[in-house]
């Protein structure tokens, strides 16, 4: 499996922005796919995520703010981030997993930074 997000990018506080991440190969139906980010000196942590039926987790943080969803033809998940605040600068990182396999896969990371 082969995950490719969209760039991210430089963005004022209180703008919006919006990641996509394709996945290809051998895609189970049931699955789920998130978002993470890793901000500099800390861990990765979760962003969002959806599973195949549809059903979302957000971290408590970010609700109000963030919003995720998915495209199941096309085998893609977006993140639409509104009020960006410079602590939301991170590397964000596609995830995928099999909901009844093991196996995880990771995106290259694209960085979001937001500064004045």
């Known amino acids: 499996v082969q995950l490719q997000a969209s760039e991210g990018g430089l963005v004022q506080p209180g703008e919006s922005l919006s990641l996509s991440c394709a996945a290809s190969?051998?895609?189970?139906?049931?699955?789920?796919m998130a978002w993470y980010r890793q901000a500099p000196g800390t861990a990765r942590e979760l962003v969002a995520s959806i599973t195949s039926g549809g059903v979302t987790a957000l971290a408590d943080s970010l609700k109000g703010r963030f919003t995720i969803s998915r495209n199941n033809a096309w085998n893609m998940v977006y993140l639409q981030m509104n009020m960006l605040k410079p602590e939301d600068t991170a590397v964000y990182y596609c995830?995928?997993?099999?909901?009844?396999?093991?196996?995880?896969?990771w995106g290259q990371g694209t960085l979001v930074t937001v500064s004045s």
């Open positions: 190969g051998s895609i189970f139906s049931d699955n789920v």
């Open positions: 995830n995928y997993r099999p909901m009844y396999r093991r196996g995880e896969y």
